[in-house]
């Protein structure tokens, strides 16, 4: 069993605060067991809570649905509304009435709420409710960051699930740290996949999920769209990963490799699918000197590197891409919001103006992130290996263009122990980074 000590932690902060706790995250992350397990298991052996007045039900569990059958009989459990089957709320209320009838508080343990009919008004009607306590877990569009409190009119305490990091896998298999990190940059943090009890079963089953969970989702979800684009679509992406994108490049590469026609504005349509569904992340670029944000090119991680090599087939796992998707990840991970920095600055060239002076060209450099979280900032550069002066001017420059105080931190693969540069950069190995929480603050 993995540890997701951090995500319990999170969900036991929040118990009792009369809001509706929603864990939300991409399908196979582990909500459910995160929920119906972990924090099951918590509330009876550490809070000695009724195993009676902890009401779990999953909406995409046919033995619950049909527990709501003899509820209306006349009326049918499910209905199909725009490709999504839900269930009926009436017959799901009478269910949860009929079965917290004793005094005390109850604990609702509810799994793919988005299932459930008219569930935002469901869930609101509980918190008229002192002794129901309620914790749900979704995958649906609806539960994304920005729309949880305006849902819930305030009253949502959201906890995001990301998939494995590489310190709660590595604590979860009997490896060393550096057999762990090959593991982990090829199949990446789906708990489903990592037990899996070989190379050739790790592959089928993430190759599986994508096509018959992700996939199989979005086509339900937009069943006008055109599959095979879509499918499409997301493996041009998954090339890309940490590489400036927008819409047109994406366009333009169809029609350069696949000979199609896929506009613009349909990969836009896309990408934001993609994101809904939890797939990938998009970054803005942040202009350092500016304080604002460039909308495009932007850049785009996923949010599980296993499913972004089975979308290729695990043909193409360049090192180098991949391990600055995980750092971004572990930066999320740790409660950080993340954004691409863009340093512009004034270079002078060998030309001289009419009045014999040097003219001076506007350039762009990047740092690969900027994390902040509160008052805490930092700027992080990401690099396979630093062998040689070129390698090390490459890195440094854009950190040596950024005029405040906030610490500036370089994360190389194949590095020693962390070190101070004369310049005050911090430069520490991955595993280091990874493998402890605190590691920014050396």
Known sequence: MFNRDIYLNKLIEGQNNQLVKVITGIRRCGKSFLL???FYNYLIKEKNID???????AFDNEE????????????PTTKKVRGQLLIDSRKFLSYIDDNTKEDGVYYLLLDEIQNLENFVRVLNSFLYKENFDVYVTGSNSRFLSSEVDTEFGGRGY??????LSFNEYLKGVDIDKKEAFDEYIRYGGIPLVQLQSSDVNKVNQAI?????????????????????NLEETLRVIASMIS???NPTRIENTFKSNYHLAVMDDTVKDYIKWFEEAYLINKVLKYDVKGRTYIGTPFKIYFEDIGIRNAFLNFRDVDETDLIENIVYNELRYRGFSV???SIKFYCKTDRLDKNKKPIYIEKETEVDFIATKGSKKYYIQVALEINNEEKKEQEYR?????????????????DAKPFYTSEGFLRINLLDFLTDIHSLDL
Do not use: Q
């Open 36 to 38: 119906n397990g972990i």
């Open 339 to 341: 954004d691409v920095g």
């Open 158 to 163: 959201r906890i995001h699930l990301l998939p």
């Open 64 to 75: 619950d649905i049909m527990k709501l059958d003899s509820y209306f009989p006349n009326k």
């Open 243 to 245: 590489t400036p994108i």
């Open 398 to 414: 854009s950190l040596r263009k950024i005029n405040d105080s906030f610490k500036k931190i370089i994360i190389v693969k194949n």
């Open 51 to 57: 195993p009676k007045h902890i009401i779990r039900f």
């Open 208 to 228: 599986s999920i994508g096509k018959e969970t992700y996939l199989k989702d979005l086509e339900e979800r937009h069943p006008t769209a055109n599959k095979d």
